[in-house]
């Protein structure tokens, strides 16, 4: 029966003239508003509920990252071209997506989140060309910010040292690079949307036309009838499973020192303005 299933999803896909659905990947660093983004994304009519981090699908990229990093001392014996390898590579993904579009009801759009799935954004791009991308773009302190309070509850509130606040910026500046850094592979597959005009509601226009459907916040998915989705943990702030606020967009001044806001903006400050969040 399992075999039959798995040729019943190849022979299907084989057979439609159309693509079965869209996959829609939202990304950008940890703390820096995927969650919403993702949760506002899913209360279209067009794409499935909210659910819970892609990470296992994230863990698929990981192969073909390998094969494409040392395709001349190894993965040449086993494929003619990177883009044989990307084009493999890109079935197997694609044969997972199917299975994950049926388990969630079929909806025109697939959207899945995972903010360790940005760093994979250019090969996902290449290796599935009907993919499309949302990435989320916010103020390097708020997402530093944030991020520093996450640690701290991990540590059990010991304080944050200067180098892990730079090993934050680090992430977060290598996560956007590299989408920014890769926009050929994207066309017109990619939209960033900066995490203010999206908890102000002015960014919902712009997914609309991005092909999410019509995006209505009152339908966002919360903590109170999707527990399951949005679990308490370190992660958590007291906004996680709410509707759209606006409270967190510059929450980090109550939380930055000069010093450590200036460290930020040094790191960051040069990626902030490429995105758009500063002009």
Known sequence: MKLLGRRKL????????????????????????????HALICSSERTNNYIGECSYFTALLQPLATGLNVFDAHTRYYFDSREELIAHHGEILDCELQRIWRRLGRPEVVALKDPMLTQFFAITAQALPRARFVLSARDPRATISSR????????????????????????????????????????????????????????????????????????????EDNPGAFAMD?????????????????????HLDSRTEEL????????????????
């Open 10 to 37: 190849v022979t299907e896909s084989i057979q439609s003239s159309e693509p079965l659905f869209t996959p829609l990947f939202v990304g950008g660093p940890p703390r820096s508003g995927t969650t919403i983004l």
């Open 148 to 223: 520093m309070e996450v640690a701290q509850r991990q540590a059990g509130g010991n304080p944050i040292t200067e180098a892990k606040i730079a090993e934050f910026c680090d992430e977060y500046v290598r996560l956007y690079r590299s989408v920014l850094d890769n926009r050929q592979h994207f066309g017109d597959r990619l939209c960033i949307v900066n995490y203010k005009d999206l908890v102000e509601g002015s960014a919902n226009r712009a997914l609309e036309k991005f092909g999410c459907g019509r995006i209505v916040p009152e339908r966002v998915s919360t903590r």
């Open 234 to 254: 370190e992660w958590a702030t007291d906004l996680l499973g709410t509707l759209p606020s606006t409270k967190s967009i510059n929450r980090f001044k109550a």
């Open 264 to 279: 930020i903006l040094n790191a960051c400050g040069e990626v902030a303005v490429e995105l758009g969040i500063f002009t």
